[in-house]
């Protein structure tokens, strides 16, 4: 079994909110005051771009979480 290094739960904690913040933005969202670059008013109005940076971030943070914190 590899063992964890100090930060490790930090890291799982940090991707999983990059995950919900990716899935919160393309949710449709009536109120909003600008129609996004997909045609219809979501929770964020740069919907496609916002949710690609958070999914890059995630996949970032489970990369080096991967990588460094794990022997």
Known sequence: ????KKGY???????V???LAMISTVIPNPSA????MLGYKAH???????????????????????RKLTE
């Open 1 to 4: 079994m590899k063992k964890r």
């Open 9 to 15: 739960g930090l890291l799982i904690i940090k991707a």
């Open 17 to 19: 909110i990059f995950t």
């Open 33 to 36: 005051s600008k129609i996004c």
């Open 44 to 66: 964020c109005s740069f919907t496609p771009i916002s949710t690609i940076l958070c999914a890059l971030f995630a996949g970032l943070t489970c990369f080096y979480r991967k």
